[in-house]
């Protein structure tokens, strides 16, 4: 079974009684808007990037940039969503905290998963309208594997929630890195399954 197949579409997973600024590792799942293709396609199950597949990719590693007490884990772009694994090293202290926040505009100075993939979502989003804003083009046409054009894009590229797993211990966290790896050769089993039950 997927560990995203009971997946619920667009309700939040949080648990309330959970602090999600602890030190931990979290499974994340980000979907696009309306899942469209925005970031590129697979290829010989390889993911290929397109323009807008290597800005999510570089503000995703300018994480660790911004936020001293995180590292980044595995992950992966797909077409139309990405998986990745965030740890939190270390608590940030209120002194910590007040001083990244005067210091390194714009992040939020909460220290949430949350608020970690709001200030990620919105730095994509802010760099991809400037792309194209500017009058950049995708490197790939519009085609069936990539869903993609301006007039479908309206400036919003991500679904509004977020898909997150604590991960509990080694085993947990070897199995998820080792789905996220697996994700682009699994790519055409996901289509296929979808393109059958609708």
């Given at each position: ?9 667009r309700q ?69 969503h990405m ?116």
């Amino acid at each position: 079974m997927s560990i995203l197949s009971n997946l619920p579409n667009r309700q939040s997973t949080r648990l309330k009684t959970y602090d999600y600024s602890l030190e931990g590792s979290y499974f994340i799942t980000i979907v696009a808007q309306d899942r469209l293709h925005l970031f590129g396609k697979i290829e010989n199950s390889e993911m290929i990037l397109n323009t807008v597949g290597k800005i999510v990719e570089q503000e995703w590693k300018n994480s660790i940039q911004l936020r001293s007490n995180i590292s980044l884990g595995e992950f992966i772009i797909m077409p139309d969503h990405m998986h990745m694994i965030l740890t939190i090293d270390h608590q940030v202290t209120n002194d910590e905290n007040l001083e990244e926040w005067e210091h390194s505009n714009p992040k939020s100075p909460s220290q949430t998963i949350g608020a970690i993939i709001r200030g990620f979502k919105g730095a994509c989003t802010k760099k991809i309208n400037l792309f194209f804003n500017s009058g950049g083009e995708l490197q790939f046409a519009p085609n069936d594997e990539l869903q993609f054009a301006p007039t479908f894009y309206k400036n919003k590229i991500w679904q509004r929630n977020y898909y997150d797993h604590i991960i509990r211990n080694q085993a947990d966290y070897n199995r998820i890195a080792q789905y996220i790896i697996d994700n682009p050769q699994n790519w055409k089993k996901k289509i296929s399954s979808i393109n059958t039950t609708s």
